[in-house]
């Protein structure tokens, strides 16, 4: 079976890439995905480094350079298709994309989102989760829609929120659950086993299908 080669942006730190990495990377044998590029929006990211280190190609394509969003989404769908990717990947990258750049790779753009959407869209999550005294936290991998923090939904992994938490602690806990679930949702979109009905993700694997979905740090 040939393998998903994969577009990763960023613009950070990167620790969800380095997850990527870890599971996915050169040195991983038979891995369903090759990543092809990591592509950030900042030269300073630290996810650059990172990817540079395990032997990815990467580039910077900043948007400071560009006068409008439109043309700065344009290079960087240049540099994505130019890599051969077949799927676009957001890990932490911090720009709202254009609905041409979204609609150019229709159910094959993928986000992580620190909220078990459809709450919580947006910034702060969980300093909002905490105020809005919700027992259960976590994040979401879904396909990216036009609309901010919407799209069809590939998995959730939910976290408790204890009496004691603060942002950051919380914030820990679901990132945790982040590099966890990612690499599993990318998974099953590399083996075939995701489908998009509608505007749902079907999941066609009955061992993930069920409790698999819910806290898998069994935190």
Do not use: Y
Not at 4 to 22: E, T
Not at 198 to 209: C, K, L, P, Q, Y
């Amino acid at each position: 079976m040939a393998k998903l080669k994969i577009a990763v942006l960023i613009s950070g730190r990167g620790s969800n890439l380095q997850a990527l990495i870890d599971n996915f990377g050169p040195a991983v044998a038979n891995s369903p995905i090759e990543i092809v590029l990591v592509l950030s929006n900042r030269p300073d990211a630290f996810g650059l480094t990172r990817a540079a280190r395990a032997g990815i190609a990467t580039t910077i394509v900043d948007h400071k350079a560009f006068a409008d969003r439109t043309s700065f989404d344009a290079a960087m769908d240049q540099e994505i298709r130019a890599h051969g990717a077949e799927l676009v990947v957001l890990a932490g990258f911090l720009r709202l994309l254009t609905d041409g750049f979204i609609a150019g790779w229709h159910d094959r753009l993928v986000n992580i989102h620190p909220a078990l959407l459809p709450a919580f869209k947006g910034l702060k999550t969980h300093a909002r989760a905490l105020e809005a005294g919700v027992r259960f936290h976590g994040c979401t991998v879904h396909f990216v829609r036009p609309e901010m923090d919407t799209g069809p939904i590939i998995a959730q992994a939910a976290v408790p929120v204890r009496p004691e938490d603060d942002e950051n602690s919380l914030g820990g806990r679901v990132l945790a659950a982040e590099h966890r679930l990612f690499p599993l949702a990318l998974r099953l979109i590399a083996e075939g086993k995701v489908t998009v009905e509608g505007e749902r993700a079907v999941i066609h694997d009955a061992a993930f299908a069920g409790s698999a979905l819910f806290n898998p740090l069994g935190a």
